[in-house]
């Protein structure tokens, strides 16, 4: 006979709801909503404390009436699909917890990055040394490959979207511009009209910082994998010189800075760091290193670049990260 049918079934003594939270659909109620820790076009991030739990989350409340009004209903879906494809990730993105509704608003519920943005980490030692650029860059690669595997392109890394968790680990976020390549994962996703929405406001200039828009996006509004590998090289020259590589106060100036790959190393930069950030920052997507490699094997030849010398991507997540200190 099966154990079920020899022990008698004796009713639970506790209180079911003190020791393991209540599985019922979750509501506002259920948590302490604290300070506003980031905005986003249409939504507002808080820090959150779950009554039952005392966790502590991220909630990202969007108003229903603005992403009608704002028509980025498919952002918002689109955002909720990636995350939850996302659910069996070990490391590297946020993850979704679970997410409810009122008459108003809608709710993820998500996890907490208690350390923030990795940007003022950045701009309050200057710049990273060599050896926290390559822990940095190596877990942010990481997170490019379990994604770019799945069939999701990003399309929108910057610093603002790379988030450390507790223990200094990267946490990727804000999928509401990502690209899930659907049947064919081959052919590279050209950009749709949410992406151009996304960019083109009434006045014709981007929205947000576009310091980091490929120049595939400017010329065709195409959009691959590699368009997250150019973000990537971006991110490692800001890690190692203190500043995003194309940089102007006119937007226009910026993107031609993009279309002409006129940026420049600064004196000190790293000499490895210098080789691989320049074998990403290059005009035509398919030449970028990486762009050739086997879909959904993740980046060997850029793991094997010397610049990722000694870096053992396998126990990247178990390892405590390096301190940050200034350099250059
Ligand atoms: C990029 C994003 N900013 C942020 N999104 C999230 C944070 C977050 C935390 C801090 C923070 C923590 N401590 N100090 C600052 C600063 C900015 C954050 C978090 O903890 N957990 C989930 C998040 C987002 C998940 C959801 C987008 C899917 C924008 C600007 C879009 C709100």
């Not at 993009?258 to 600064?266: C, N, Q, R, T, V």
Request: proline share 7%; charged share 25%; with cysteine.
């Amino acid at each position: 006979a099966s154990p079920s049918t020899l022990a008698p079934r004796v009713p639970p003594t506790t209180n079911p709801s003190l020791t393991n939270p209540p599985t019922h659909k979750r509501t506002p109620k259920d948590f302490i909503f604290g300070k506003v820790i980031g905005e986003g076009s249409f939504s507002t991030v808080y820090i959150a404390k779950d009554i039952h739990t005392s966790k502590e989350y991220a909630i990202k409340v969007c108003d229903k009436s603005h992403i009608i009004k704002q028509k980025k209903t498919e952002y918002v879906k689109r955002e909720k699909e990636v995350l939850n494809m996302l659910a069996d990730a070990k490391h590297s993105f946020v993850r979704l917890f679970c997410t409810f509704q009122d008459a108003e608003r809608l709710y993820f519920v998500m996890s907490y990055a208690k350390n923030g943005e990795l940007l003022p980490h950045i701009n309050k030692v200057g710049s990273f040394d060599i050896e926290c650029t390559k822990f940095y860059s190596a877990e942010i690669l990481r997170g490019l490959e379990y994604l770019h595997g799945l069939g999701i392109i990003h399309r929108d890394l910057k610093p603002e979207n790379i988030l450390l968790d507790d223990k200094m680990h990267v946490l990727i976020t804000d999928f509401g511009c990502a690209k899930i390549l659907k049947d064919d994962p081959e052919t590279p996703a050209d950009a749709d009209a949410q992406q151009q929405q996304r960019f083109r406001e009434r006045s014709g200039s981007f929205v947000g910082t576009a310091q980091y828009v490929s120049p595939e996006l400017l010329i065709n509004n195409s959009v691959s994998r590699a368009s997250d590998l150019w973000a990537l090289g971006c991110l490692v020259y800001q890690m190692v010189a203190g500043l995003p590589p194309f940089r102007s106060r006119s937007e226009y100036v910026m993107f031609q800075k993009i279309l002409k790959l006129e940026y420049d190393i600064p004196d000190g930069f790293c000499e490895l760091a210098r080789s691989f950030v320049n074998q990403l920052l290059v005009l035509e997507p398919t030449q970028r290193l990486g762009a050739l490699d086997e879909h959904g094997a993740g980046y060997p030849s850029i793991r094997a670049h010397p610049f990722f010398e000694g870096v053992d991507f396998e126990t990247l997540h178990e390892q405590t990260p390096p301190p940050i200190y200034p350099y250059l």
